[in-house]
Structures are given as structure tokens and as C-alpha cells.
């Protein structure tokens, strides 16, 4: 029986049973051993925080959930953390290598847990609690940051921004998906918003007076049509209008919409950023509108994951009998990319449906407190805490 068909118990033999690579075998076997030791604790967590999503910037309940959890293992916490007040962060542990491990928690709108970050939350928080007895044993200073606005906000930018990385030797995190992926790749994104201020009028009494704001975006969006014809493969442009018009017999003198553009490396972002605006200006330009054009929230990058970092995952996860990774080009974005910009990281992702559906569906949030779920976040805990102790230990051997 494969790990991914096993039983929940089935699932915590076969950890047990696991060969593991690098540090001191008995200390990983030690840190092993208390993640599963906390196994009902994570469970429930993830539950917890499936059972009450929240999203961008309003995960009030899970960074609190997650932050009481810590300090009573004792982590020093601090929350609310860098100016986000659902952002916090939790340190313990003196060792002269610093790994960060990453939590996310938010939710989509209308579609709960669909993305499965409860998963992300609780394998996050088993790695740092398999870790806390001992830390300073393996050299290490663990630290969790409890990053909010994954799906939209951007929050480990702004983390970044704000120093919650600052001294951090390597960063890592797992996330659901219908596919195993150990070498994750993400495009870069970007995200546009856009505002047309037109002239109201009556569109029969006094049309010539008008400055129609509706049509100036669609203007806009038959540009935006013609120049995809011209984008190399992995650029992407879509978005929708969020308003342009409240009534027929009347010209609307306002419109708005929402875009986003990705491409494969972050280095893109601003050629394929001044083609977009270009099309919405044009549409400003054939009717006689004005246009606003903004940036809700900080670009993504694109995420680069550490070789050295992989290497050790790999071995790890291979360690405790999870799937053999495909290999896949650029798929989704994460702020994540940010971190990796600036410091060692890995983001793998672990299949919880066998490609039976996809994040972002509703179905993939039923899977997210399924068996294979479980499983992903046990596996997920053991194996970033098997990578920070093999990462510590060539830091002190190097």
C-alpha cells in the first residue's frame, strides 16, 4: 500500500519506518518522533482554520490560532508583526544557522480553503514544533513567520520589506497541490487597476455631450485582444471589469477593471506592464476620457529555488515514501518568489488529489482536510525539519 492510499495511522507508521539522509540520524529520529507526537494538535489545526477561512489581511482567528500554538511549545512570539496585524512572528533557539519557516493562511473568496494554506499553517507549525527540543542541539535558530495575503495582497513582500527576513539563512514552506513538484516554479506577477472618468449624458436626448467610460475600456480590452497575438508563450493578460455603467439610458461617465499580467521571470514584468498601460491609455485616447492606472499591491517575482536547499528535500521526502516529483514548468504565482530573491528557499508542493482536481476549484477545498491531506501535512512537517537540521549541520561543516 503507497502512502498516499494508507490510513492516517498507516500513514504515521510509514514515517517512523522512514530511512533519513544528513544530520545526526538519532536527532532526526528524535525530531520525527515529535512531530508525530503533536500529530492530533496539527490535525486539528488545519480544521480549524479549513472550518473558518478568512481572507486577505482579516485571518485574524488563524494567525491567533497558530501564535498560541507556538508559545505554548515555547516559542517567543510576537503578534501582531511588522505593521500586519495578522502577520506574527515566533523564535526559539540559539544556533548559529537561522531557517525560517513559512505559514500562510488565508482563504479565497467564496471558495473557503480551495487553495488548501490550512495545509500550509499546519505542516509549517509541526516542522517548528519537531524542531523546538532540539534546536540549539542542531545548531539552529528557528523562526516562523506567519505571512498573510497570499492570494492577494502580497503579504511576504511587504514582510520582506519590513526586515521579518532580515538575518535568515534559508526560508522554506510546502503547499497542496494536485501534483508532486519538488523544483517549484511560479511566474512573476503583476497587477493593474484602471479607472476611466468619462461625461455622463442622456444617450438619446444629448449623446454628443457624452464621454462614454464604457467604451473607453472596451477600446482597451480589443487592444489588449490583438497584442496577446504578439506575447511570447508564458505571458499572460486577463482581468475583468468590476464597473461600467448602472443603467442603459444612460452614458456611464465611469469604469473600472482589474487586471493582472504574469511572465516567466520577473525581469519581464516591466516591458509587458508598459504594453498593457499603453492599450488602456489608448482607450482614454478614442474617447475623449480620462484614465487612471494603478498598482494595488507589489508585483510578485518569480520563484528560484535553491539547488542546495532541493537537493536536501529531496532526499527527505524520498526518505518518508512520497510520490516521485515531476518535473513542471512555471505554474501559479507566490510571494514567495519574493523570498527567494533574496535568500535561500524551497516551496514544494505535495499532491493531495492525484490530479483529481486543482487548487482554486471547490472540490480541492474538500480535499484539503481529506486523508492525503493529513498525510501531506505529517510528511510536509518531518521532511522541512529533516531539511533545516541537514542545512544546519553543512553550515557547520562547511
Known amino acids: 500500500m503507497s502512502p498516499l492510499n494508507a490510513s492516517p495511522e498507516a500513514g504515521v507508521e510509514h514515517l517512523k519506518a522512514a530511512e533519513h539522509p544528513g544530520a545526526a540520524e538519532h536527532l ?12 492530533d494538535e496539527l490535525l486539528a489545526l488545519s480544521r480549524r482554520i479549513h472550518a473558518h477561512p478568512e481572507t486577505a489581511f482579516g485571518e485574524h482567528r488563524a494567525a491567533a490560532w497558530c501564535a498560541e ?46 487553495c488548501g494554506h490550512n495545509l500550509i499553517a499546519a505542516a509549517g507549525l509541526g516542522a517548528a514544533l519537531g524542531l523546538a527540543p532540539y534546536a540549539d542541539r542542531l545548531g539552529l535558530t528557528v523562526r516562523v513567520i506567519g505571512a498573510p495575503a497570499e492570494e492577494r495582497g502580497a503579504g511576504k513582500a511587504l514582510l520582506l520589506d519590513a ?14 497541490c494536485p501534483v508532486e513538484v519538488a523544483d517549484f ?18 444617450p438619446s436626448l444629448n449623446p454628443h455631450d457624452g464621454r462614454n467610460a464604457a467604451d473607453a475600456l472596451t477600446v482597451a480590452q480589443v487592444a489588449l485582444g490583438l497584442l496577446r497575438q504578439q506575447l511570447p508563450p508564458h505571458w499572460r493578460v486577463h482581468g475583468i ?18 487586471y493582472e499580467i504574469r511572465t516567466s521571470a520577473a525581469e519581464d514584468l516591466t516591458e509587458l506592464r508598459e504594453r498593457v498601460e499603453a492599450c488602456f491609455r489608448a482607450g482614454a485616447l478614442a474617447t475623449g476620457c480620462e484614465v487612471e492606472l494603478g498598482r494595488p499591491e507589489p508585483d ?13 528535500w529531496r532526499a527527505n521526502a524520498a526518505a518518508l515514501g512520497r ?51 493529513d498525510r501531506a501535512v505529517l510528511d510536509g512537517a518531518v521532511a522541512m525539519a529533516w531539511t533545516a537540521a541537514d542545512f544546519a549541520a553543512g553550515r557547520r561543516g562547511a
Not at 532526526?28 to 500529530?39: N, P
Not at 471589469?241 to 473600472?256: C, E, H, K, S, V
Not at 528557499?345 to 481529506?370: K, R
Open 28 to 39: 532526526k529520529a528524535a525530531v520525527r518522533d515529535r512531530v508525530l507526537a503533536h500529530r
Open 69 to 114: 500554538l507556538l508559545r505554548g511549545h515555547g516559542y517567543a512570539v510576537t503578534a501582531p508583526a511588522h505593521g500586519l496585524e495578522t502577520a506574527f512572528t515566533a523564535t526559539l533557539g540559539t544556533g548559529p544557522v537561522t531557517v525560517a519557516v513559512v505559514c500562510e493562511y488565508d482563504a479565497l473568496p467564496g471558495l473557503g480553503h480551495a
Open 163 to 176: 526586515g521579518a527576513f532580515a538575518g535568515v539563512d534559508a526560508a522554506m514552506m510546502v503547499h497542496p
Open 185 to 202: 516554479r511560479s511566474f512573476a506577477l503583476g497587477t493593474l487597476s484602471v479607472r476611466y472618468s468619462g461625461r455622463a449624458a442622456h
Open 241 to 258: 471589469t468590476t464597473a461600467a455603467g448602472t443603467a442603459p439610458n444612460l452614458i456611464p461617465d465611469t469604469a473600472t477593471a482589474e
Open 300 to 312: 510578485y517575482l518569480d520563484f528560484r529555488g535553491d539547488a542546495a536547499l532541493l537537493a536536501l
Open 323 to 373: 510520490p516521485e516529483p515531476v518535473e513542471s514548468g512555471p505554474f501559479a504565482c507566490t510571494d514567495m518568489g519574493n523570498v527567494s530573491h533574496v535568500l535561500p528557499a524551497i516551496h514544494p508542493v505535495l499532491d493531495i488529489t492525484g490530479g483529481a482536481c486543482a487548487p482554486h476549484e471547490a472540490a480541492f477545498a474538500e480535499a484539503a482536510v481529506s486523508p492525503e491531506a
